[in-house]
């Protein structure tokens, strides 16, 4: 190709610039087609993926040179909407080296000063190296970020792949502390959008008025201060997920708002009469009683219907004491290697009081614990001596297991009906284990299902409170 | 002695990919080069592994096709299949080649006026 024929930019610097030296310098596969579809430009990482030249591929429909899964039967540029947004999707394509190549696509659409379709604009980026990585992260355990082997948990784990894979709206609940924010990351990272934004919002952060132009973004001179236009997190968010925690804080008319656009789709920023089509996939989480809210007004019930198309639920700690264990390790093996600390692990003493601690905090509060404590110890097992003074506590204890089932938070559902007149978590557990062994007829593993333990958690707590004769009792009276 | 050649199908072109072909063209070319019978077969779905099959119960001798996977590819090689790959343009204009005896892997051979997709 003649240098002069070489297509330039003008206007950007003082001397116009060649658009192929800009594009081929760019570590992103681009392509560049007219209106038909016709490859017009291929940068160099394009020709690296694909193997095909420029020169033989210029006029050609872009599906016979990308060869992607997505082009012979589902090419987003015959929608009509590509006209006017960015699209995206996954697939794959096969190379002249028959390389199947897992992918990546954004179609942007090329558009004249005056309105007018001129062709489209289309990334490819590989994500093979990506899938890698996160199967590399992933734990045995676990889920992203996330870890545990307690039935409620490995429910979690089990449909988490499926959720990811839809495009519902997902809300997550789950006391503070148990992993909200790393289960919409988790979410978002597993789904088609995972190289898409992951926008998140604190909905109890702003105040009324800051959050709607937070949110939806405003017009250049909608309000005193408003000097240029702004995008929201709505339009930051597009192609990606949009993750709104304490959507329990949301005031009520900006509920209004969300509810509007969970049913059109579209985002009027503040002082426009234009609507911005935004393709955004709504994650919320909250630690309030969503239902509670409603009943007193102060949450949109129809908002809680469109929210609430997949539900997942994170335990709190004290409902899944056998994943105590799990991430005591986790975060010791996790802060050992950060601090560089060749500490070995938990004396027994020190476990046991880590054990019996009813984590109010949750796993929030639990990784904080593990933190100090390997700041603090300087020898090869960590000791009580090494844990925070409150732990070792015992009126303090009583207080965060009481505390965590007052408010509007949610329902300890395991401790229904305990509490009053129970002074300490010792107590509080031994009546937990008794009224689960009655329900179950004695049948420990039945018992320990109920309390969402493990069979061995059961039998050691039975054994620590001296309850292995009350068991018998317990079946021999429910029978 | 014929030889069988089976062209993946896109409308009127080599199909883009051999996994996702859904309609496909055999011919049975004579040694002097003149076509004695073809037949378009639409397949039931989109399958590489069916296709593989299908062109060894066929006794396909040429397979002329857009992109196919490295398995697929080595498969039919190893079945002393000519594989002709990558190939874009016209299946008419392909079999021409073919007979013609000028077709080789990666030909292009678009023509504007056949750019109908979908």
């Known amino acids: ?41 291929l940068n160099r990482a394009i020709q690296g993926l694909t193997g095909f030249h420029e020169e033989e591929a210029k006029g050609i429909p872009c599906a016979y040179i990308l060869r992607s899964s997505v082009c012979q039967f589902k090419c987003p540029l015959l929608n009509t909407e590509s006209h006017s947004v960015v699209q995206c999707c996954e697939g794959d394509i096969i190379n002249r080296d028959h390389q199947k190549i897992p992918v990546r696509l954004t179609y942007a659409p090329v558009k004249t000063a005056a309105g007018k379709l001129k062709g489209f604009v289309e990334a490819v980026e590989d994500i093979r ?60 990272r597993a789904s088609q959008r995972a190289k898409g934004p992951f926008v998140k919002v604190n909905c109890g952060a702003l105040p009324e008025t800051l959050m709607e132009s937070e949110l939806f973004g405003h017009q250049k001179g909608a309000f005193t201060g408003a000097v240029e236009n702004k995008p929201g997190r709505f339009q930051l968010a597009h192609n990606g997920s949009l993750y709104l925690t304490e959507i329990g804080d949301l005031p009520m008319p900006l509920q209004v708002k969300l509810l509007t656009f969970l049913d059109d789709r579209v985002v009027y920023p503040l002082g426009s009469t234009r609507g911005f089509q935004s393709n955004v996939r709504v994650i919320a989480a909250t630690h309030r009683n969503l239902e509670r809210m409603v009943q007193e007004g102060r949450f949109r019930q129809d908002l809680l219907f469109r929210l609430n198309v997949v539900r997942l639920h994170l335990p709190p700690v004290r409902e899944r004491q056998d994943d105590v264990r799990l991430l005591l390790d986790h975060f010791l093996n996790r802060f050992t290697a950060e601090f560089k600390k060749p500490i070995k692990g938990f004396s027994a003493k020190a476990l046991r009081i880590l054990l019996d601690y009813s984590y109010p905090g949750n796993v929030r509060e639990l990784k904080n614990i593990a933190e100090y404590a390997l700041n603090i110890c300087q020898e090869d097992y960590i000791a009580p001596k090494h844990l925070p003074g409150y732990l070792t506590d015992g009126r303090i204890q009583a207080a965060s297991a009481a505390g965590a089932v007052s408010g509007e938070e949610l329902p300890v559902s395991a401790v229904t009906g ?24 004695g049948r420990r593993g039945k018992a320990a299902g109920l309390l969402g333990w493990g069979r061995s958690t059961l039998w050691r707590k039975m054994k620590q409170y001296g309850l292995e004769g009350h068991a018998t009792a317990s079946a021999a009276t429910s029978q | ?52 099959r299908m062109i060894i119960t066929e006794d396909i001798q040429t397979v002329i096709c857009g992109a196919i996977e490295e398995e697929y590819f080595e498969y039919l090689r190893w079945k002393r299949i000519e594989v002709l790959d990558s190939v874009i343009g016209s299946c008419r204009k392909a079999l021409e080649k073919y007979i013609r005896k000028e077709l080789v892997p990666r030909a292009i051979f678009w023509e504007k006026p056949q750019n109908v997709l979908s």
């Open chain 2, 1 to 52: 002695m014929p030889r069988k050649v089976l062209v993946t199908l896109y409308g009127n072109d080599v199909a883009p990919r051999f996994d996702l072909t859904i309609e496909v063209f055999i011919a049975s070319v004579s040694p002097e080069g003149r076509i004695e019978e073809e037949k378009t077969v639409v397949l039931p779905q989109a399958s590489a592994e069916k296709l593989c």
């Open chain 1, 1 to 41: 190709m003649k240098k002069e024929s070489l297509p330039h930019i003008t206007g950007l610097f003082d001397s116009p610039i060649e658009l192929h030296r800009l594009l081929d310098h760019l570590p992103l596969a681009i392509a560049v087609l007219n209106a038909d579809r016709e490859i017009v430009l």
């Open chain 1, 418 to 441: 305990a509490g009053e007149g129970i002074a300490d978590w010792s107590a509080l557990e031994q009546k937990m284990i008794l009224d689960a062994l009655l329900r179950s007829g």
């Open chain 1, 129 to 188: 190296f990506v899938g890698a990585l996160e199967r590399r992260t992933s734990t045995t355990y676990g889920f992203g970020e996330l870890v545990g082997r307690s039935p409620q948990m490995e429910r979690v784990f089990h449909v988490l792949p499926m959720i990811a894979q839809s495009d519902s709206s997902v809300l997550i609940t789950g006391e503070t502390g148990t992993g909200k924010d790393l289960l919409a990351e988790a979410v978002h």
